[in-house]
């Protein structure tokens, strides 16, 4: 089964109730050169923008453990946590372990749930599971969102999770199908069509980067054994008026795609693009107005049977 979804106008309740002050991205964190610092920014703002879209997710989850909801939960590739604490949230009965192989990111994750009360509940595991699949305990759910295409050689690592899920169990692969699109067509500065030629140059080096991306997800979660109980695709549009958040979240988005730019573009794309990141500027992305969030994800639900 496969259902579309527009979420549309479900955006203005939230965008606040994390708080997130930057003020914790000193020392060596602030250093703009910093992938990983920059990576976990993105993925916290990018939780806070998409939170009616990931609180949709979970309650699909919740449908679908319904007769025996998860007391044991495996987040794949956690970052700085985000699914893990959603996720939580839903099955208050839950603990779970968040593995990554970025001890930043754990370090990260385990700060930000000390603050939310969630650290009793949580394990942090850091694995590289391009290498070896860790010890762990069966588990009743896994969640690996954004992660899988990071993977080496995927299918093994679903063998893995195959074997650490319960019979019964359920494996859920959230992926989304390109970098989100902010910005309208024509921005009143520069060429139009700005974003567009970013996303090219970026779906060219995603490609070499990383080959699994894009993969036909339900194929190999079914020559891994699973049962696929539903996969659902969103297309998501979140048009103004956004929350601040929003800004924030374009701002570290671009800032990170124009640090690889430099020699790609046009010159004059180059210095558009750095008058939309510059902070203070009046077009800068924190104080447009014209800001959308345009992104197709698609999550799958496979049972181990
Ligand atoms: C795009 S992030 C997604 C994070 C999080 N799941 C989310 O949706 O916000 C991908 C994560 O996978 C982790 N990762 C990449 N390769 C890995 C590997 N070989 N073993 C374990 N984790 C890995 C990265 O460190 C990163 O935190």
């Not at 969102?145 to 899920?165: G, Y």
Request: with cysteine; charged share 25%.
């Amino acid at each position: 089964m496969r259902s579309h979804h527009h979420d549309h106008d479900d955006q203005h309740e939230h965008g606040r109730e994390h708080g997130h002050g930057h003020g914790h991205q000193h020392g060596h964190h602030a250093a703009a050169g910093n992938g990983e610092a920059a990576m976990a920014e993105i993925l916290d703002l990018d939780a806070e923008v998409m939170h009616a879209y990931m609180s949709e997710v979970t309650a699909w989850i919740g449908e679908l453990t319904a007769d025996a909801p998860p007391r044991r939960i495996l987040d794949l590739g956690s970052g700085t946590g985000t699914g893990t604490f959603a996720l939580l949230r839903r099955f208050g009965r839950a603990d779970a372990v968040a593995l990554d192989v970025s001890s930043d990111m754990l370090r990260h994750l385990a700060e930000r749930a000390r603050e939310l009360g969630l650290a009793d509940r949580i394990r942090t595991v850091q694995a590289d599971l391009d290498a070896e699949w860790p010890a762990l305990d069966p588990v009743d759910l896994v969640w690996a969102s954004s992660s899988l295409h990071h993977m080496a050689d995927p299918d093994r690592v679903l063998a893995d999770v195959f074997a650490t899920l319960r019979p019964g169990g359920l494996l859920v692969v959230a992926e989304m199908e390109s970098f989100p699109r902010f910005l309208p067509d024509d921005l009143g500065i520069g060429r139009p069509g700005l974003e567009a030629r970013c996303k090219a140059v970026l779906d060219e080096r995603r490609i070499a980067v990383h080959p699994h991306f894009g993969s036909d997800w339900g194929s190999r979660l079914t020559k891994a054994g699973f049962a696929i109980e539903d996969e659902r695709t969103s297309a998501i549009e979140l048009t103004p008026p956004l929350p601040p958040a929003t800004g924030r979240y374009a701002q570290a988005s671009l800032r990170r795609l124009r640090s690889g730019l430099d020699g790609v573009l046009s010159a004059d794309d180059l210095a558009t693009l750095d008058v939309l990141l510059d902070g203070d500027g009046p077009a800068s992305l924190l104080r447009r107005d014209d800001l959308t969030v345009r992104t197709t994800r698609t999550v799958w639900a496979a049972r181990r049977p």
